[in-house]
């Protein structure tokens, strides 16, 4: 019997072979993947709703003609200059402040230096060594299966950073060619680095739920998946309980919670038959295959790579004020600061209705009143819709509901 079937009979001898790969993944029994843990990381780029770019005035339409939102800035040309946009600023302060992260009243902006085709200045304006917020947090709901209850779990959010997107490739297969669509380049990205605290597919796919259902509330991101518009890098590892961390994988542009899903749980488990037989796990990025849903090697990055970060020479720092400054051209903090605590006070409103539903339920359950499970729904929505009024936490129902919902229907 195949080694991989069963724990603790590894031969150290063997030589991984990577053509059996997928025959491995079938073997791969709970007895040995329950030996392992996961440690993943997420990475999440939004596109910032606003109608225009980050450093240029060029629109931002997703259905626009190829190139037909290019401004002499965004195609690079010698001797542009870029212009930051204030309400790209003003969002991701918002943003920052909703999920608990310190806003430092100084940034700075980095050039990243990398080539890619779709992006004709050769670096990205980012703010990697002196980012907009730090040391966050996000708390969500870690839906059950039918062999255990969801849970709540915290996940540390370690910086936001404004930064530019890049344009967009498209391969023509017929005429063997690659096309390059610079309308996206330049549109403001906000960057959530996420601490690698989570450990399972499930709690990866929980989190960007909400985080995109606090991006909708805010309005800072229509977090439209199949757009482009919010993607999601992951980075994942395996190690056994009490040995260091194992040598992480990254896979790259994940834009659907399905995808986000299946890329995670099959790449723990390739991981897994890797170690197990007696291969060794490479540092490089990965891409999701939806048609064979695997994972491809696309770069390897066991040798680092040097971005050569230097500081954006052509734009100045970033200064925020508050309510003790008095410079009053600069962003105010605290504006926002009161706005995050209204829109707390009404998901709280929100939270004490939701608190009586089960009363509810019982209540007619006791009456032995047999009402329609829809008219019932109906009735409960009516209870909130009523007590939030025309607050934009009606875009949070999905998650403060997700729960009750359920509880109403089984009674």
């Known amino acids: 019997m195949n080694a991989i079937l069963r724990p603790n009979r590894l031969n150290a001898h063997n030589v991984f072979n990577y053509r059996k790969l997928s025959s491995l993944l079938d073997e791969l029994c709970p007895e040995v993947m329950s030996q392992y843990s996961a440690v993943i990381g997420l990475e999440v780029h939004s596109q910032i709703s606003c109608s225009s770019k980050l450093f240029s005035s060029s629109g931002t339409s997703y259905l626009s003609s190829p190139n037909s939102q290019v401004s002499v800035f965004d195609c690079a040309l010698p001797g542009t200059l870029p212009v930051l946009n204030r309400k790209c600023v003003e969002s991701a302060v918002k943003t920052a402040l909703a999920l608990n992260c310190h806003v430092w009243k100084r940034s700075l902006f980095d050039r990243k230096h990398y080539f890619y085709a779709d992006m004709p200045a050769g670096y990205q304006i980012t703010q990697q060594r002196h980012p907009l917020a730090t040391n966050g947090f996000i708390e969500f709901i870690v839906d059950g299966d039918h062999h255990s209850d969801g849970y709540m779990k915290r996940s540390a959010l370690k910086q936001i950073q404004l930064e530019q997107d890049s344009g967009k490739s498209l391969q023509d297969e ?15 990205l906000m960057e959530f680095v996420f601490e690698p605290d989570l450990t399972s597919a499930a709690e990866a796919v929980s989190l960007v739920k909400e985080l995109i259902l606090i991006l909708r509330t805010l309005r800072t991101c229509s977090c439209r998946m199949n757009e482009g518009v919010l993607r999601v890098d992951a980075n994942i ?9 194992g040598v992480r994988t990254e896979v790259k542009n ?61 734009l100045p720092p970033i200064l925020l004020r508050d309510d003790n ?56 929505m009516n209870l909130l819709n009523n007590r939030v009024n025309e607050s934009d936490i009606w875009l949070q129902y999905d998650r403060l509901l997700r729960n009750d919902i359920k509880s109403l229907k089984d009674h």
């Open 254 to 314: 994940l834009n659907s919670f399905r995808f986000i899903g299946s890329a995670i749980e099959y790449e723990i488990k390739r991981q897994i038959a890797v170690i197990e037989s007696g291969g060794r796990v490479i540092n490089e990025t990965r891409m999701y295959d939806m048609k064979t849903k695997e994972t491809a090697v696309m770069r390897d990055k066991e040798v680092v790579q040097d971005y050569r970060f230097m500081p954006e020479p052509n």
């Open 237 to 245: 590892s395996v190690r056994k309980p009490n040995q260091p961390l």
């Open 325 to 380: 400054d008095l410079n009053s051209d600069l962003i105010n903090i605290s504006d926002f600061e009161r706005e995050i605590s209204y829109q707390q006070t009404i998901e709280k409103m929100c939270l004490s209705a939701i608190e009586s539903l089960p009363k509810i339920a019982r209540k007619y359950a006791k009456s032995g009143i047999r009402r329609p499970q829809s008219l019932l729904i109906e009735n409960v």
């Open 174 to 188: 017929d005429n063997n060619r690659s096309l390059v669509d610079l309308n996206r380049a330049g549109v403001g």
